[in-house]
């Protein structure tokens, strides 16, 4: 090899390591990256509750050959298998489709239906004034079974397979400018899955292809509809008249069930441009509530299953009806002592509910700022923080801004049966008037919610001043604000 060709070698060897493809168009890239590069940026100290012990650091230790650049599905997997749970940066660049293959086509219904299922055919199999006839099992109509049922849990696992994706441990997920998003999947952090970051990137459209009706979701053969009650008579007396049932859909963009010590940090999430509210009711009365619509989307962020010690900052969350979720049961005991999250400099836009909807956890929400309207658009406001069982949240200083017809009450809703719950509330303001939201419920509510949370948040940045916070978050909460 001559000197001319032994430093061109050379020369094209240093720039793959600085970033280039390293055999082909389809491999991920390779990246070195200073020590004050933003991507190694970790959770400062006394952040939240994801600063907890020894904090969250991601993968700020990442090796050069950890350090990737990726701009497509197949990319993104392959970096996250390729370092296993190694310290390991990944550098999302423009538009990452996770419903789509290995050569980039986007995967649509068709794509993953098993030849079995038929969506007209479903849901005339399970319409409720036909299937809720048939014996009550525990009280509730029998859950969804058969052919079809059998062909649309397939059709759910082909696209389950494809779109939801698993973070392994010690992982930064930061995309690259002002652009970068993650659309139509899911994040997934499973259980035993520790120390992640996730930043910068906008999150939208986790969409279900496949929902299913479940007959039995918040039935009730209370008497609150003309012809209800629990054996069948004729057309108009029976279970079939009974309230409840629900479409269920699975998707989260991004989904907690078992992790310890996340950041989700200046990241967008929303239903992009398939909003639930585009698709109507599919059964006739008493079966066509706003509730009973088909979802396509589940939530924007759930936190479940005994996850721990999570910061989510100065993010976006925007678009959507059940937004949040911190406990995914009232009967997960096992959540007790777990689910400890901050909620701080957020804005949420434009949400109908659960901002969050919080089960056993011990929640901080400070400094946030909620906006909405009782007629929308696109949601029309139900309320924002869900009290579930063994909920202890704390929230201070933050911004309601849900024009008129919204209560200070109103924000609250107790979905705790045992009384169980407690909340304490500080410095909020709402349409421009100082309101503590616990006295007020407890003031016009037949429900008494406690004040006795039982712990002190220790874990704090800094509290900024009621009147700074809406300046402050619309500048700076979202994905290219970082």
Not at 60 to 75: C, E, F, H, L, P
Not at 146 to 160: D, N, T, V
Not at 228 to 233: A, E, S
């Amino acid at each position: 090899m001559t000197a001319r060709s032994t430093a061109l070698a050379g020369l094209m060897t240093a720039l793959c390591v600085a970033g280039c493809a390293t055999g082909g168009t389809d491999e991920t890239s390779f990246a070195k990256l200073p020590a004050n590069d933003i991507a190694r940026q970790t959770l400062p100290a006394n952040d939240g509750w994801g600063a907890e012990g020894a904090g969250t650091t991601g993968g700020a230790a990442a090796r050069a050959g950890d350090i990737y650049t990726v701009s497509s599905r197949k990319q993104f997997v392959d970096a996250l298998k390729r370092s296993g749970n190694s310290p390991k940066i990944i550098r999302v660049q423009g538009t990452i489709n996770l419903s789509s293959d290995d050569f980039g086509r986007e995967l649509f219904a068709k794509d993953y239906a098993d030849p079995a299922y038929d969506f007209e055919a479903y849901k005339k199999a399970y319409d409720p004034n036909t299937w809720n006839r048939q014996a009550l099992i525990g009280g509730k109509p029998p859950i969804a079974s058969g052919p079809l049922a059998e062909a649309q849990r397939r059709s759910y696992l082909k696209q389950h397979n494809v779109i939801q994706v698993l973070i392994p441990s010690n992982t930064t997920i930061i995309g690259i400018g002002a652009d970068a998003k993650i659309v139509k999947g899911t994040l997934y952090l499973d259980k035993g899955v520790d120390n992640v970051i996730i930043r910068n990137i906008a999150f939208e459209d986790a969409f279900d292809y496949f929902p299913w009706w479940n007959a039995g979701d918040s039935y009730s053969t209370a008497p609150n509809n003309i012809g209800c009650q629990t054996t069948f008579v004729d057309d108009t007396h029976g279970p079939h008249r009974c309230n409840g049932g629900r479409w269920n859909s699975e998707y989260d963009n991004i989904s907690l069930k078992g992790a310890t010590h996340v950041w989700i940090d200046h990241c967008s999430f929303s239903d992009g441009e398939r909003l639930d509210k585009l698709y109507p009711p599919n059964y006739a009365a008493p079966y066509n509530q706003p509730e009973q619509k088909i979802a396509h989307h589940d939530g924007l962020l759930d936190i479940t299953n005994e996850s721990n010690f999570v910061t989510v900052s100065n993010n976006h969350f925007f678009n959507h009806d059940k937004s949040l979720l911190v406990g995914g049961s009232d009967n997960q005991a096992l959540d007790a002592g777990k689910l400890k999250v901050t909620f701080r400099h957020n804005i949420f836009e434009n949400l109908r509910q659960r901002q969050p909807l919080i089960r056993y956890g011990q929640v901080h929400s400070y400094n946030n700022l909620f906006t909405g309207a009782r007629s929308g658009p696109p949601y029309t406001f139900s309320y924002v923080f869900g009290l579930g069982t063994s909920a202890r949240l704390i929230a201070e200083n933050n911004v309601f801004d849900l024009g008129e017809g919204i209560a200070p009450a109103d924000l609250l809703y107790y979905y705790n049966y045992s009384n169980t719950a407690a909340m304490v509330d500080k410095g909020s303001v709402i349409n421009g008037k100082p309101v503590d939201i616990v006295k007020s419920f407890n003031a016009t509510r037949p429900q008494k919610v406690s004040e006795d949370v039982g712990w002190t948040p220790t874990l704090v940045s800094k509290l900024q001043p009621t009147e700074e916070v809406p300046a402050y978050v619309r500048a700076n909460a979202g994905a290219g604000k970082i």
